[in-house]
T-cell receptor, first 113, second 114 residues
Framework: GDSVTQMEGPVTLSEEAFLTINCTYT??????LFWYVQYPGEGLQLLLK?????DKGSNKGFEATYRKETTSFHLEKGSVQVSDSAVYFC????????????FGQGTTLQVKP | DAGVIQSPRHEVTEMGQEVTLRCKPI?????LFWYRQTMMRGLELLIY????????DSGMPEDRFSAKMPNASFSTLKIQPSEPRDSAVYFC????????????FGPGTRLTVL
């Protein structure tokens, strides 16, 4: 079945460092890909998404490119801030148009001043 | 838009008691999802509905868990009887239902079973 694998955390960075969180997927068909972020004590919220191969999603300085050839959707940010400390989830849409998402296990990011 | 609304935000109960969690999805959304999040198991999908009909309940851990969606604007997740291992944060999410559509999450209900 469809699945998502994320790099294990926690990831600890200093402020202004470059961030990469790896995400690879296995899917039949052509899923959409998503990154969600969860701040402490809150629900998940969409960070960015890409709906077809070679699309780049971007938001709040974060970017991810849908790479069909490597089945990847890595999250990047050029300069992280303390306020970016959160848990990041990669997800794909299950085929069948139900809106169901398959989530990775989440990666905790801690940014130190 | 008010977003997905969940109640209560916090629930503390004793083992053996019945617990009912409530969710109001975003108006116009056709799919609704119930998740459970714990440190040990991460984020788990329990059940989801499409047009008020349960589509997949394979994530429901035991018969003690049940979920209903009597209309497009309301869903409940019930645990009867509750056990300490049910302690978790329960999230409700809704979406229009297409494969490109965003799931919108509620703030969650933090359940503690003593």
């Amino acid at each position: 079945g469809d699945s998502v694998t994320q790099m294990e955390g926690p990831v600890t960075l200093s402020e202004e460092a470059f961030l990469t969180i790896n995400c690879t997927y296995t899917a039949t068909g052509y899923p959409s890909l998503f990154w969600y972020v969860q701040y402490p004590g809150e629900g998940l919220q969409l960070l960015l998404k890409a709906t077809k191969a070679d699309d780049k999603g971007s938001n709040k300085g974060f970017e991810a490119t849908y790479r069909k050839e490597t089945t990847s959707f890595h999250l990047e940010k050029g300069s992280v801030q303390v306020s970016d400390s959160a848990v990041y989830f990669c997800a794909l849409s299950e085929s069948g148009n139900t809106g169901k998402l398959i989530f990775g296990q989440g990666t905790t990011l801690q940014v130190k001043p | 838009d008010a977003g997905v609304i969940q109640s209560p935000r916090h629930e503390v109960t004793e083992m053996g008691q019945e617990v009912t969690l409530r969710c109001k999805p975003i108006s116009g959304h056709n799919s609704l999802f119930w998740y459970r999040q714990t440190m040990m198991r991460g984020l788990e999908l329990l059940i989801y509905f499409n047009n008020n009909v349960p589509i997949d309940d394979s994530g429901m851990p035991e018969d003690r868990f049940s979920a209903k969606m009597p209309n497009a604007s309301f869903s409940t997740l019930k645990i009867q009887p509750s056990e300490p291992r049910d302690s978790a944060v329960y999230f409700c999410a809704s979406t229009r239902g297409g494969s490109t559509d965003t799931q919108y999450f509620g703030p969650g209900t933090r359940l503690t079973v003593l």
